[in-house]
């Protein structure tokens, strides 16, 4: 979600609307590219996701990407690279703390099916992590 936070005005905003509509000590879950995503070309290729990112992209810089299913590609979207310190500071600032950041896993299903080497890259470097955090 905050990875379409084209500024940091922008994140900081959104930030503050995530904290007003949380009640006191709720809890925000949501999706968010990963602050360590990997830099090399085709690296999520295989999990359907079509990721172009700058070996130099800092806070605030735009990266493209797309997601493969079957014979369908979608068209680009643009997301905005963002820190973990950017991210958490931005957050913070918005009354929303005891943030963790959660890598999504496979299910067993999903390794039955590709095997466990299949998964290891995304597992070393998710393309997106899930971030908890609750109003304080």
């Known amino acids: 979600l905050l990875h379409y936070a084209s500024s940091r005005e922008h994140l900081n905003g959104m930030c503050r609307s995530i904290s007003r509509n949380l009640k006191p000590a709720g809890r ?15 690296y999520y290729d295989k999990y359907c996701f079509n990721v172009r990112i ?9 990266f493209v990407f797309s997601v493969t299913l079957g014979d369908y590609t979608s068209p680009d979207i643009t997301a905005y690279y963002w820190s973990k310190e950017s991210l958490e500071s931005a957050l913070h600032d918005a009354a929303l703390t005891e943030i963790r950041w959660v890598v999504p896993t ?8 590709q095997g466990a080497d299949f998964w290891a890259d995304v597992m070393r ?12």
Not at 28 to 42: C, E, L, M, V
Not at 54 to 62: C, I, K, L, M, W
């Open 28 to 42: 925000f879950i949501g999706y968010q590219s990963n602050y360590d995503i990997a830099r090399k070309p085709h």
């Open 54 to 62: 700058s070996e130099q992209a800092g806070d605030g810089q735009p």
């Open 106 to 113: 496979p299910s067993p299903d999903g390794i039955a099916k």
């Open 125 to 136: 470097s998710p393309f997106e992590l899930m971030v908890i955090c609750r109003k304080s």
